[in-house]
C-alpha cells in the first residue's frame, strides 16, 4: 500500500507541475494578445487561436487533477477502513478462542494453539507499521505473551518497522521477535525477555529495558538494500560485523542513510538486563545506564558507549576493540535485591575483556563510599590484560607491549 500511495503521488505531482506550465504559457499568450491589440494589429492571429483553444485545455487537466485527488482519498479511506476491519476481526477471534473454545485449558501445541498463532502473526503482517502495536498490547494484557508462561510465540513475527514509541510491555516474551528498524523510543518493555530478539537498526533511545533478557539479541547496524546481511544464520555461521566496515555506503557518517540503520540505545535504562552475548557491534550506547549489566561475552567493538553507566557491570570475556568508553562510570554499584530486600554489592568485571584501542579518556571509578575518582592504568591492569594501544582515562596510550 504505501508503494501504491507513492505511486498516486508522483501521479499528483507531475499532473500539478503540467497544470502551472499550461497555465504560465497560457499568461504569456494573453500578455502577448493585450500587446498585439496596443499596437492596433487587426487581424486573428495564431497566438489568439491558441489562447482560445488552451482554455479547455487547462480546465480538462484541472479536473483531471481533482479527479485524482478524489481517488487517492477514496483509495486512503478503503484502505483505513480495511485496517480496521482486520483489527476488529482479529479482536473477534481471540475472544472466540479464549472465551467459547476455552484456549487456555488446551494442550500446548493443540490445533487451537497454531490457530491463534497463525491468526496473530497474519494480522501483524496485514497492518501498518503504526497499527501493528494495538493487536500486540491486546496479546500482552490477556497474557497470551507472558514472559513465564507465553502461550503465542511472536518469533519471527512481522513486528519489523513497527511503530511501537512508548509502548508499554512488561514481562513479556519477544523472544527471537523480528524487530528490525522498529521505533521503540521511549518504549517501557522492563522486565521482558527479547534473547535471540532481531533488532537490527531498532530505535531504542530512551527505552526501559531495566531486569529485561537480551542475551544474544542481534543489535547489529541495519541494511535495508541487503536484508540478510548479519542475521542470525549468518553470525552462527561465523560472519564478522566488522567486514561492513569496508562498504563506503554503511559508513558512521550515514546514520540516516536509507539503505543502513545503526542501533540506537543511547540514554536506555539497562539497569540489571541481561545482554549476555549480544551482538552490540557499533551500537550507540551513549549515556545507557548498564549498571548491574551482564555483557558476558558480547560484541561491542566500535561501539559508542561514551558517559554510559557501567558500574557493576560484568564485561567478562567481552570484545571492546576500539570502542568509545570516554567518560564511562566504573566500580562499585550497590543496589537492593526485590525478593530478599537486602542490599547488594557489584563491581565491574573486565576479566578477559578485550579493551585494544578503546578510548578510556576521563573514565572514572566509583567507590563503595559514592565518591568518584579517575581510573588509573594500575587499575584497569589489574582488571585485564588486554589493552593493547588502548587510550588510558589521562590520556595517555597504553603501549604495545610491557
Known sequence: MNQERKRHWWRNRNLLWAVIVIFAVWILILVSIIVDDIRGQQEVGFWEWVGVLIIPVVLSAGAALLTNAQTQRELTSTHLRAQDEALQLYL???????????????????????????????????????RKRQPLKLIAQLELISKDNPLLSLRNAGLDGADLHEVTLLDVSLREADLRGADLTGANLRGSDLTWADLRGADLTRAVLANASLAHANLLPYDRRNPAQLNAPHLLNGSDPSHIDGKRYLTPAKINDARLTLTSLNDAFLQGADLSGAFLYRADLTGANLSGVSLREADLRRADLRGADLRGADLTDARLGDAKLSGVKLGSYSWQDGHTKQSVEMTTILHRADLSRADLTGAVECTREGQERQVTTRWLEEKTA???????PDGKRYPRSR
Not at 386 to 392: F, I, N, R
Request: no cysteine; net charge positive; aromatic share 2%.
Open 386 to 392: 588486554l589493552l593493547t594501544g588502548a587510550t588510558m
Open 92 to 130: 473477534d477471534q481471540v475472544s472466540n478462542l479464549l472465551v467459547d473454545k476455552e484456549l487456555r485449558g488446551k494442550p500446548p501445541g493443540s490445533d487451537l494453539y497454531k490457530l491463534a498463532q497463525a491468526r496473530t502473526l497474519a494480522v501483524l503482517l496485514k497492518l501498518d507499521r503504526s
